[in-house]
């Protein structure tokens, strides 16, 4: 290849360079007009936030795992009862056990750690359709805990009275390499600096 070739090369390929970066960079800033359209300026999306899946620990080969996909948006900052979502959880051991999903009704974060409840939707456990139930979640990466309002009655079945955002401390481990959860501290509005 000739040295004015080699150039010529270059240069296109220099000019294709900036023209990608030209496109990222302004793909990026019309997200970032869009997200700010939707939200006021410092306002984050939502206020709090519990998301993912894993199975719990147990040395027996009990098969549990807990799925969560809960927020409570910005707007509704000051009331941790307005929050959205679903969970799901399932626990078998030697083919028999049950499973259970539902609606969110509550959800508080402080730090890495959530409380959530909701309503059974759906579940093959009977007597627990209608229940609510209450979840704890500790979010230390890889060996997060969770605790559920059940755990001093033994079953979901029981739990018919249960206020919203009650749950026991998080006493079960996640299994490594079964999954993650994630939790979005609160920051309520009475706790900022006026």
């Not at 009704?105 to 229940?131: E, F, H, M, W, Y």
């Not at 059940?150 to 999954?179: Q, R």
């Amino acid at each position: 290849m000739s040295r004015n070739a080699s150039a010529s090369t270059r240069i296109r390929v220099a000019a294709g360079a900036a023209v990608l970066i030209t496109v990222a960079c302004t793909a990026s800033a019309t997200a970032l007009d869009r997200s700010a359209e939707t939200r006021s300026p410092g306002t984050p999306r939502e206020a709090a936030a519990l998301t993912g899946s894993a199975k719990l620990y147990r040395p027996l080969g009990d098969d549990i795992t807990f799925t969560f996909d809960a927020h409570l948006a910005a707007e509704h900052r000051m009331d941790p009862a307005k929050a959205t979502g679903t969970f799901r959880f399932s626990h078998y051991l030697d083919g028999r056990g049950a499973w259970a999903e539902g609606r969110i009704d509550c959800l508080l974060t402080g730090g890495k750690v959530a409380v959530a409840s909701g309503v059974i939707t759906r579940t093959d456990l009977p007597g627990a359709q209608g229940n609510r139930v209450g979840f704890t979640v500790h979010d230390v990466g890889r060996h997060d805990r969770l605790g559920y309002s059940w755990a001093s009655v033994g079953n979901p079945v029981e739990t018919k009275d249960l206020p919203k955002c009650v749950s026991a401390a998080p006493f079960e481990k996640v299994k490594n390499g079964t999954g993650d959860f994630r939790v979005l501290p609160w920051d309520p509005d009475f706790l900022k600096e006026g």
